[in-house]
Structure formats: structure tokens, C-alpha cells
């Protein structure tokens, strides 16, 4: 949905787990969720960076859906993850 085109889906841009190389990228953080459709691609994402030698922080959260970080003003379970999330980025920078 969000490359515009079916001739970009295997692109590493729109997909980085297909990139041939993914080593030399800054650290990062992955979150999926236990609900999420795309749980199984970002866990397989996060352990492909954490063996390329990137450091990786992976979180599967319980009990929540994909796009659960949209509701973080109305889901407790939401504003944690948000709120560690960004004291990660914050500590990085």
C-alpha cells in the first residue's frame, strides 16, 4: 500500500529485511505487537540486524493489535511502550 507500485515491493527501501547487507546501520528498535499481522517479518527483521551486528532492541507486545502506538493516549499498555520507546531514542541521541 504504501510504495505506490508493485514493481517496489522487493526493494530494500520499502522492505529492509530484504536488503543484502544490513550491517554498518545505527542502532534500532523493533515493537510488534502479539496482534499484528506483521509480527513474524519485524521479529525475523530484528534478529536479522541483531546478526548483522547491529545493535537491536526487539519487543513483541502482549494483548495489542498492529498500530496499537496510535492509541497511546487511551491505552495504559500503549503509553508504556511509547514512553520507553522514546527514552531509547532519547538515550541515543
Avoid: W
Avoid at 505506490?4 to 527501501?13: A, I, L, P, R, T
Avoid at 493489535?65 to 511502550?81: C, D, G, K, S, T
Amino acid at each position: 500500500n504504501y510504495v505506490g507500485s508493485e514493481k517496489f515491493v522487493d526493494d530494500s527501501y520499502a522492505s529492509p529485511i530484504r536488503a543484502q547487507d544490513l550491517s554498518g546501520l545505527p542502532p534500532a528498535q523493533v515493537i510488534t505487537a502479539e496482534f499484528d499481522p506483521l509480527r513474524d517479518e519485524g521479529e525475523a527483521y530484528a534478529k536479522a540486524l541483531n546478526e548483522a551486528g547491529v545493535e537491536t532492541y526487539y519487543e513483541c507486545v502482549p494483548s495489542l493489535p498492529h498500530a496499537f502506538l496510535v492509541f497511546f493516549e487511551m491505552v495504559p499498555a500503549a503509553r508504556e511502550v511509547m514512553v520507553a520507546a522514546c527514552k531509547r531514542l532519547a538515550s541515543a541521541l
